[in-house]
């Protein structure tokens, strides 16, 4: 089988040079990687280092073996087009549909998914013409990754770093699974909670649960993937942002509640995979409370906290938005799942069987997706990642 072939655009920033390490993952995995970058990439990494690391030629310019008519001829080829680091300038050039170097000309003759990883001073993402272009490219079926929050060239920080290029890698890998057309999720907004909440009782203290956060992240990765914009409410997780994400971290389930209502509010789909706990400490001690010698501790009483996901399928944000609630059963699991799908008022349930060793801060999971229509999907044992494409397909499904 011919191996995928992907053009690399890289234009003039200076993360040209983690593009190199992308580069690397894609032509070690098997694809064979045509190199484009922009005139102004070249400041930043030269021609030798893009070819020896690609093996194959590299040029800027339309006017290079204007016989191979390469400005149509790499576009039509291509498997994927990923643009890393995506300045401002190529970002409004694709929105415009301008052709001025061999990049633009290609991204214009590609028919397959194009991936834009942006790279810029916060100034730059943040202004209007910007997000503009982002939303045109984006309801065009492009992949935008987010930007990266952290140190940016210079003495500045914020949002507008390049995302890390491993995280950039398995958008494209998952992107080049799903195909040409356009990614079922372009033009939509998802929300994931993923994590579990913690509950504190005084500075030092909290009562919480095990839940790593793994699934909701990869639920957020391949919603990106698919082309969604994703909001990604992350409860206590300790994982780096995932590329195309945009994270908004909570500690407890009150703040986890403000925070997906407040993102649910023009979502088309809500997928609940954090744990939040069903209660929390009545009372809040400003100190750290000390033992006593010899004294009995004192008992911590516990108050109901909201249910989010019964509440939001009570009263959706949006007609028609899709649901979707997360279980742990340790027995009888069909007809507990039933039940909870029934009582939460959701579209769907992803039921796990919780035991020794399964789900929890484990890579790889098992379930059955129980929906309100009656539907029983079960997922074999594998990654969190099957398990997440399998909830959007029946996401999809739902929203069309
Ligand atoms: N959930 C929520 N708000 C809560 C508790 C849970 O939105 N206060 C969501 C979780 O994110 C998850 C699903 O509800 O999607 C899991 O519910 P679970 O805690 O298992 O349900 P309970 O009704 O509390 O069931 P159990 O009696 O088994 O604890």
């Given at each position: 089988?011919?191996?995928?072939?992907?053009?690399?655009?890289?234009?003039?920033?200076?993360?040209?040079?983690?593009?190199?390490?992308?580069?690397?993952?894609?032509?070690?995995?098997?694809?064979?990687?045509?190199?484009?970058?922009?005139?102004?990439?070249?400041?930043?990494?030269?021609?030798?280092?893009?070819?020896?690391?690609?093996?194959?030629p590299v040029s800027t310019e339309v006017w290079d073996?204007?016989?191979?008519?390469?400005?149509v001829r790499i576009g039509q080829h291509a498997d994927?087009?990923?643009?890393?680091?995506?300045?401002?300038?190529?970002?409004?050039?694709?929105?415009?549909?301008?052709?001025?170097?061999?990049?633009?000309?290609?991204?214009?003759?590609?028919?397959?998914?194009?991936?834009?990883a942006p790279a810029m001073h916060t100034e730059m993402?943040?202004?209007?013409?910007?997000?503009?272009?982002?939303?045109?490219?984006?309801?065009?079926?492009?992949?935008?990754?987010?930007?990266?929050?952290?140190?940016?060239?210079?003495?500045?920080?914020?949002?507008?770093?390049?995302?890390?290029?491993?995280?950039?890698?398995?958008?494209?890998?998952?992107?080049?699974?799903?195909?040409?057309?356009?990614?079922?999720?372009?033009?939509?907004?998802?929300?994931?909670?993923?994590?579990?909440?913690?509950?504190?009782?005084?500075?030092?203290?909290?009562?919480?649960?095990?839940?790593?956060?793994?699934?909701?992240?990869?639920?957020?990765?391949?919603?990106?993937?698919?082309?969604?914009?994703?909001?990604?409410?992350?409860?206590?997780?300790?994982?780096?942002?995932?590329?195309?994400?945009?994270?908004?971290?909570?500690?407890?389930?009150?703040?986890?509640?403000?925070?997906?209502?407040?993102?649910?509010?023009?979502?088309?789909?809500?997928?609940?995979?954090?744990?939040?706990?069903?209660?929390?400490?009545?009372?809040?001690?400003?100190?750290?409370?000390?033992?006593?010698?010899?004294?009995?501790?004192?008992?911590?009483?516990?108050?109901?906290?909201?249910?989010?996901?019964?509440?939001?399928?009570?009263?959706?944000?949006?007609?028609?938005?899709?649901?979707?609630?997360?279980?742990?059963?340790?027995?009888?699991?069909?007809?507990?799942?039933?039940?909870?799908?029934?009582?939460?008022?959701?579209?769907?349930?992803?039921?796990?069987?919780?035991?020794?060793?399964?789900?929890?801060?484990?890579?790889?999971?098992?379930?059955?997706?129980?929906?309100?229509?009656?539907?029983?999907?079960?997922?074999?044992?594998?990654?969190?990642?099957?398990?997440?494409?399998?909830?959007?397909?029946?996401?999809?499904?739902?929203?069309?």
């Open positions: 089988m011919d191996k995928p072939k992907v053009v690399l655009g890289v234009t003039g920033g200076i993360a040209a040079y983690k593009a190199c390490e992308l580069l690397r993952r894609l032509t070690e995995s098997g694809h064979d990687v045509r190199v484009v970058p922009t005139a102004s990439a070249l400041h930043f990494v030269g021609a030798p280092t893009w070819s020896a690391l690609s093996g194959n073996d204007v016989h191979e008519v390469p400005h994927l087009v990923v643009v890393a680091p995506a300045t401002a300038d190529v970002l409004a050039k694709a929105a415009h549909g301008l052709a001025d170097d061999l990049l633009t000309n290609t991204l214009l003759t590609a028919r397959c998914p194009v991936v834009f993402w943040e202004h209007p013409a910007t997000r503009e272009n982002v939303a045109t490219l984006r309801r065009r079926g492009a992949v935008v990754i987010e930007p990266a929050v952290g140190r940016l060239t210079g003495v500045d920080t914020g949002k507008g770093r390049l995302p890390d290029p491993v995280e950039i890698f398995e958008v494209c890998r998952r992107v080049l699974a799903r195909g040409a057309g356009e990614p079922d999720l372009a033009g939509r907004h998802v929300v994931v909670s993923a994590g579990g909440t913690r509950e504190p009782f005084d500075p030092v203290r909290f009562l919480g649960n095990r839940s790593s956060g793994k699934q909701g992240y990869a639920l957020a990765r391949t919603a990106a993937a698919r082309g969604a914009r994703v909001t990604l409410v992350a409860a206590n997780t300790g994982m780096p942002d995932p590329a195309g994400v945009d994270v908004v971290p909570v500690g407890t389930a009150v703040q986890l509640r403000e925070a997906v209502l407040k993102a649910a509010g023009d979502a088309d789909a809500v997928v609940m995979a954090a744990a939040v706990a069903d209660f929390r400490p009545a009372a809040y001690a400003t100190g750290k409370i000390k033992k006593k010698d010899g004294q009995e501790p004192e008992p911590i009483a516990l108050v109901r906290n909201p249910d989010i996901l019964a509440e939001m399928a009570a009263d959706r944000a949006r007609p028609g938005q899709v649901i979707v609630g997360f279980a742990a059963e340790t027995d009888d699991v069909v007809a507990n799942g039933r039940a909870k799908l029934a009582r939460k008022g959701c579209d769907l349930l992803v039921v796990n069987e919780v035991g020794e060793r399964k789900t929890f801060g484990s890579e790889e999971n098992e379930a059955l997706v129980l929906g309100a229509d009656g539907s029983e999907t079960p997922v074999p044992h594998g990654p969190k990642e099957a398990l997440a494409e399998i909830v959007w397909d029946l996401v999809a499904a739902r929203l069309d």
